[in-house]
Nanobody, 117 residues
Framework: QVQVAESGGGLVQPGGSLRLSCTTS????????MGWYRQAPGKERELVAS???????DYVDSVKGRFTISRADAKNTVYLQMNSLKPEDTAVYFC???????????WGQGTLVTVSS
């Protein structure tokens, strides 16, 4: 029914920037509720940023002022702009999209962000 895919990960030096994309396809088109998660090596999965009801945005404290979540004009896509990257940002980043009306959640496959020293 619904597919979710992340892209934009890669290798970047500390202080650099990356923009991740989360795109849905299938039966779900308008992203109003979603979250960006990450899981670092040896660490638990962490919620990084979220959108609720299309406009309520929250960030985990460790990325405030550095990361920005936004929704594209094509509302099946959400971005995570990551600036001033730090080695501790190294993780696999996942997109989780909520189909709120049906009470369903869909996860992407993850995209690896590596911030080297």
């Amino acid at each position: 029914q619904v597919q979710v895919a992340e892209s934009g990960g890669g290798l970047v030096q500390p202080g650099g920037s990356l923009r991740l994309s989360c795109t849905t396809s299938g039966s779900f088109f308008n992203i109003n509720n979603m979250g960006w998660y990450r899981q670092a090596p040896g660490k638990e999965r962490e919620l990084v940023a979220s959108i609720m009801n299309g406009d309520k945005i929250d960030y985990v404290d460790s990325v405030k002022g550095r990361f920005t979540i936004s929704r594209a004009d094509a509302k099946n896509t959400v971005y995570l702009q990551m600036n001033s990257l730090k080695p501790e940002d190294t993780a696999v980043y996942f997109c989780k999209v909520n189909w709120t009306k049906r009470g369903l959640e869909f996860w992407g496959q993850g995209t690896l962000v590596t911030v080297s020293s």
